[in-house]
């Protein structure tokens, strides 16, 4: 399954609404957000490998063989890179670059971001 960066994003936004010291799951996610359960589920658990989220894994299938993770929130990495990529006048071209040069990675998309944002503080500035 490829990873979806609207998915990702979105994901991250979901964790950051959590409340501190309650946790969701992909159930709510899924009333919450335009995707396919497996889509969520797998992109969660590819940013909590990534070290975004912070996620209980229960390590058990459920009925339909998907993990029954409980998401806590983002971690501090998850913070730095949402900052980045939470306003559309930064997603939009960040992931219009990543298209044009085939680069969708976690890594590619941040370091991306942080050049869009680079170079808006640049123009804001009139370097």
């Not at 730095?80 to 990543?98: F, G």
């Amino acid at each position: 399954m490829k990873l979806n960066p609207d998915c990702m994003r979105d994901i991250l936004i979901f964790a950051e609404s959590i409340p501190y010291g309650r946790q969701s799951g992909i159930d709510l996610m899924c009333e919450q957000l335009t995707y396919t359960y497996e889509e969520l589920d797998y992109t969660t658990i590819k940013l909590q490998e990534a070290g975004l989220l912070d996620v209980i894994s229960s390590h058990k299938l459920n009925h339909v063989g998907l993990c029954t993770d409980r998401i806590n929130g983002l971690t501090f990495n998850g913070h730095q890179i949402l900052a980045n990529i939470r306003n559309e006048k930064i997603w939009e071209p960040t992931k219009s670059i990543a298209k044009e040069i085939g680069a969708t990675s976690v890594q590619a998309l941040t370091q991306i971001a942080s050049g869009v944002v680079t170079q808006i503080i640049t123009k804001h500035l009139g370097y």
